[in-house]
Structures are given as structure tokens and as C-alpha cells.
């Protein structure tokens, strides 16, 4: 009998511990990239970055650095399962006429790598984020 209760001990720590795992497993993108706050931070670092790319730079008005970063903060967060609504343009109309190379979106895409690494985002998170940007290139590139 107390082989049994031990067992059964045993057990629901284990169910617990693997209701914990699905909780944790569950959480979307956005709660795990640390929330609106992080992602914020992470998206002003990636603009600074892509601001000093000489490659790039130009491809963005400094006067609008501001209303950029605001938008793209929103974006991510959306696109993270976040609860922003984003304000800004469709890709369609914000790409139109620009002509984006690809060499031009892979650096805009390391610059966003470089961004994560530098607030340590796991390589998980980091990963989804860059797999969400990466399924924009044919709205973006010859645009």
C-alpha cells in the first residue's frame, strides 16, 4: 500500500511538472520574446543598426526614425501574437517603387539578428522571429 501511495505521488508531481512544460509551451511568441517592452528596445537597437549600415542607410529618412521605429515595434509585436494593432502601411504600399535587392533584405534581416543578439534573445525566439521576416522577402524584394 505504500509502494502505491508513493507511486501515486510520484505520478501527479509528474503531471504537474508537465502541466508547468505545456503552460511554458504555450506561450506565444510575443510573451517570450519578454513583451512590447522588449520588443521595443529590440526593434530601436535594429533601426539604430540598420542606420549605420552604410550599404542601407540610405534607404531610410532620418527625419522619420521615430514613426519607423514606432511602427515596426508594432509590427513585430503583432506578428508575435502580440495585442498591438499596427498603424503603419502594407508592406504592399511601404515597398512600392523601392526596388529592395536581395543582398539589401539579407542585411536588414542581419542587422535584426544582430539586434536580438545583442538583448541575448534565445536562439528559439530568435529563430521564429527571423523566419517571420524571412516570409516577407517576396512582398519585399523588387518591390
Known amino acids: 500500500m505504500e509502494y502505491i501511495i508513493r507511486l501515486i505521488k510520484i505520478l501527479s508531481i509528474s503531471l504537474i511538472a508537465m502541466g508547468s512544460i505545456a503552460q511554458a509551451e504555450e506561450k506565444s511568441l510575443y510573451e517570450r520574446l519578454g ?58 504600399v511601404a515597398h512600392a517603387g523601392l526596388n529592395v535587392t536581395n543582398e539589401e533584405f539579407d542585411r536588414v534581416a542581419a542587422n535584426l539578428a544582430r539586434a536580438l543578439d545583442k538583448f541575448n534573445v534565445p536562439v528559439k525566439e530568435k529563430g ?15 518591390k
Open 35 to 92: 513583451g512590447k517592452q522588449a520588443i521595443t528596445a529590440v526593434v530601436s537597437q535594429f533601426v539604430d543598426f540598420n542606420n549605420a549600415d552604410k550599404v542601407i542607410a540610405s534607404r531610410w529618412d532620418p527625419e522619420n526614425v521615430d514613426n519607423l521605429k514606432l511602427y515596426l515595434t508594432e509590427l513585430v509585436c503583432k506578428a508575435s501574437g502580440g495585442p498591438c494593432i499596427y498603424t503603419g502601411q502594407h508592406i504592399d
Open 128 to 142: 521564429e522571429l527571423l523566419t517571420i521576416v524571412g516570409s516577407l522577402r517576396g512582398e519585399v524584394v523588387g
